[in-house]
């Protein structure tokens, strides 16, 4: 079903002015010891803040930061947030101490037209992590009109993303929902052929993504530690590389999926190896890994290799490091791969944080097609589930 968008939200009769409109944005952005880092996510949400401020609505601003499981943790308070997005924003932001009852609602009676107040971290209360009804009732009760822009969080059922939506009828997708859908639809229904990089640690956490884009992707190159789990399945020496020992049969089950498909799933044929996971560590290149030794990134043929599929490819989805991408001995792979799909003609599409990260680092960005704002939902998408913050609006 197509989302009701800030355009159709924006004319109808009355539009927003004076209206106060809860935004449900995703600001989780690292933040150390008070001073916002990365501040992409707050970027990314200025299109919509900016469409309803200038139509004169009351912004309500909410978000989580971090997980703070339940109840107040100041490292993980929203307030050098709020700072951050006046100055982008270029006007004030109020804050409130708390999401609901006597502070949320004082901020928000402030509010003139086309102001904005950003509420303290939603998951200090358990209410939003349970989507308790009564949590989304006190939210809902400072909304006349609910935006979701949270696409990074679309694939929890919380109550500021699902709970609360059918309490405030008037309701619908910001910008960088719309964008994120958009551009990610294209994993969905790619033009071929579709080349997919999946790094990461664990083949535990990411089984479910494997799995559906053995079956979608025509090459789903696996990089990061998870490819030792693989190799390990196909009873390749590993040394002492990080090996889920019982997961070998699930890795087996995403090679024989890909096989069903005609798909090729490509792991590492070379290895950067040390015998201790610390940067300046003495490091080898090998094709077999030697018993005390460990991989911790992809090698340079391996690169090679992955960076042809990129050049062949009509369509890219990467997820998640090659190697461990933080030490510079171990991050050749991933600047290869970030390399590689910048160049290629390809439509491409980037998420998750350390992927990102290099894109950025390496000044890429303006060659990928699309950066996405939310690494588990990205993936929960790519793999065709429904997000509960997506069909919470669709109500
Ligand atoms: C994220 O960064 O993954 C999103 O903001 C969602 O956060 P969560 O993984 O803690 O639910
Ligand atoms: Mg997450």
């Not at 005390?292 to 992955?306: F, K, R, S």
């Amino acid at each position: 079903m197509a989302l009701r968008d800030l355009t159709s939200l924006l004319a109808e009769p009355g539009g927003v002015r004076g209206k106060r409109v809860f935004v449900r944005a995703d600001l989780n952005v690292p933040v150390k010891a008070g001073v916002v880092g990365d501040d992409t996510r707050i970027r990314a949400s200025l299109p919509t803040l900016r469409r309803l401020c200038d139509a004169g609505a009351r912004v309500v601003l909410a978000s989580h930061l971090g997980r703070p499981k339940g109840r107040p943790d100041p490292a993980s308070s929203l307030r050098p947030v709020a700072a951050r997005v006046a100055e982008l924003l270029g006007s004030p932001v109020s804050f409130a101490e708390d999401c609901i009852g006597e502070p949320a609602e004082r901020a928000v009676a402030a509010l003139a037209d086309g102001g904005v107040c950003l509420l303290e971290n939603l998951r200090y209360h358990a209410g939003e992590e349970k989507n308790d009804p009564a949590f989304a009732q006190a939210l809902a009760r400072l909304a006349d009109v609910y935006v979701n822009d949270a696409f990074g969080t679309a694939h929890r059922a919380h109550a500021s993303t699902a709970g609360m939506v059918s309490l405030v009828p008037r309701h619908a997708a910001g910008d960088l929902m719309h964008a994120e859908l958009a551009h990610l639809r294209v994993v969905l229904e790619p033009r071929r052929p579709l080349v997919c990089f999946l790094g990461g640690a664990k083949v535990s956490d990411k089984l479910a993504v494997l799995e559906a884009l053995a079956r979608r992707a025509d090459v789903l190159a696996v990089g990061g530690a998870m490819a030792y789990t693989f190799l390990r399945s196909l009873g390749e020496p590993t040394g002492s590389s990080l090996v889920e020992a019982d997961r070998l049969e699930d890795a087996r089950r995403v090679l024989a999926a890909a096989k069903d498909c005609g798909h090729r799933v490509l792991l590492p044929v070379d290895h950067v190896v040390a015998e201790k996971l610390e940067a300046g560590a003495p490091t080898r290149i090998v094709k077999q890994i030697p018993d005390g030794w460990m991989g911790l990134d992809i090698g340079p043929e391996t690169t090679a290799q992955y960076a042809a599929e990129a050049s062949r490819a009509a369509t890219i989805f990467w997820n998640g490091p090659m190697g461990v991408f933080e030490i510079d001995a171990f991050a050749e792979g991933t600047r290869a791969v970030a390399k590689a799909v910048a160049d290629s003609a390809a439509v491409s599409v980037v998420g998750g944080g350390d992927s990102l990260a290099a894109i950025n680092r390496m000044g890429l960005a303006s060659k990928i097609t699309h950066l996405s704002t939310g690494g588990g939902a990205s993936l929960e998408y790519v793999q065709g589930l429904t997000l509960p913050g997506v069909v919470a609006l669709e109500g």
